[in-house]
């Protein structure tokens, strides 16, 4: 039985079919491709009962990934991430079925490690030699390190402003790094002229195929945490919207082979304030996002004023009977204290917005009281020492603590 089912990469736009084996790029017609598998000969050869027997990392879900050969798999360990009870939140804000799926956890911190396992492997496989990207950070983090690993060279560029941690992981991992005076689409913009020139593989979100395939394994992980089922409403922060994306066709793919049945989660688009281009088509019922101007955020992994894969996110929000929200950085910050105090989590600005479109979509009645609701934290914490704020008094080494002034 062959590892992997792909079966041909096809054009969500115009229905192009193209070769899998082959690089390519964005369709003729300029939309992202999507790999497809031969669900069916997939659905006769393992079932969800072997899958849940196989090691915990993301590649047992390796029938519904692109990769074909045991020797190009690039791993670090990832995949099946908790999924934890807000309790105490859930409590506070009338969510009584509210859960974390915590990506914080997975290599490099974020989510993003999922995207560069799959699609490096690929990469490799496919013969690749220099990868380039543009990120707004943790990407560039993820796939220098997964780069690193399976001995390609990385070009990253980022904006200036991106998380410090991230330049770090890029130096150390001994990537080229490129910052530029400008936003993740003036990086693209750099990225695609370069690989242009040079012959590179270019690995800009959704311009290669696989990436995504990487992401959609969080929708099969919660498919299996769930019981082979899914919960009622998704919260996702979207930037590129990859992960949502991914999640939808993982969940779509499961119910062509007969895992999971009918039932959908409704999924809600959450962005920055300062940075909300779905959800403003969204409210417009459009077909496609506008460029946002002088796009800002404290979460920098959703600040993307435009995004390729805009269209295949509404897809999912109308499909779904879903919605897009946005919400103001205090709010976010204030989500982040609030995880961290309630319930031991510290959570990237971006996983904390989700929780700040929650407790709305709740006082809103969107989200009804026995609603299950699946919070994504997309990564750690960790990765934004500079969202929090520490002053903690400095005691005299010969001094006492103020033992009085702390009660249990
Ligand atoms: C990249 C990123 C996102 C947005 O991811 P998409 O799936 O491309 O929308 C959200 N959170 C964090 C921490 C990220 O790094
Ligand atoms: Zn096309």
Request: aromatic share 6%.
């Amino acid at each position: 039985m062959p590892r992997s089912f792909l079966s041909h990469l096809e054009c969500p736009q115009c229905g192009t079919t193209y070769d899998a084996d082959i690089i390519h790029h964005l369709c003729a017609c300029g939309s992202p491709l999507l790999a497809r598998y031969d669900l069916a000969a997939a659905a006769r050869e393992v079932s969800p009962a072997d899958v849940s027997r196989r090691a915990p990392s993301l590649w047992r879900y390796r029938e519904l990934l692109p990769v074909r050969t045991d020797a190009c798999e690039v791993t670090l360990g990832e995949g099946m991430t908790p999924i934890v009870p807000l309790v105490r939140a859930g409590t506070l804000h009338r969510l009584a079925h509210l859960y974390l799926k915590d990506e914080g956890l997975l290599p490099s911190g974020t989510f993003k490690a999922r995207g560069a396992a799959v699609g490096v492997s690929r990469a490799k496989e496919l013969g690749a030699k220099v990868l380039v990207m543009p990120t707004n950070g943790n990407a560039g983090g993820a796939w220098a390190a997964y780069a690193a690993r399976a001995g390609l060279r990385a070009v990253v560029v980022m904006p200036e402003l991106a998380p410090l941690i991230t330049r770090h992981e890029c130096a150390v991992m001994g990537s080229h790094l490129f910052l530029v005076d400008g936003l993740i689409t003036d990086a693209g913009r750099l990225a695609g002229r370069a690989a242009a020139q040079a012959g590179w593989y270019d690995v800009s979100t959704l311009k290669e195929p696989y990436r995504i395939e990487g992401k959609k394994t969080m929708g099969y992980e919660m498919a299996e945490q769930w019981g082979w089922s899914v919960p009622d409403v998704v919260v996702y922060p979207t930037g590129g919207g990859v992960g949502l994306i991914g999640i939808y066709k993982a969940l779509q793919e499961m119910q062509a082979m007969g895992w999971i049945g009918p039932k959908l989660p409704r999924f809600v688009a959450v962005q920055a304030a300062g940075c909300a281009p779905i959800v403003r088509a969204w409210e417009r019922r459009a077909a496609v996002s506008e460029l946002w101007a002088d796009a800002a955020t404290v979460a920098f992994g959703i600040n993307v004023p435009k995004a390729l894969g805009d269209f295949l996110v509404l897809k999912a929000l109308y499909e779904t009977d879903g919605r897009a929200i946005a919400v103001p950085d205090a709010e976010i910050l204030a989500a982040q204290q609030e995880l961290a105090r309630q319930e031991g989590l510290f959570v990237c600005p971006e996983g904390a917005a989700a929780l700040a479109a929650a407790i709305h979509l709740r006082e809103e009645g969107w989200i009804a009281d026995g609603d299950q609701v699946l919070l994504l934290n997309t990564g750690t914490g960790l990765k934004y020492p500079e969202t929090v704020a520490a002053q903690p008094a400095v005691i005299p080494a010969d001094g006492e603590l103020p033992v009085d002034d702390i009660r249990g």
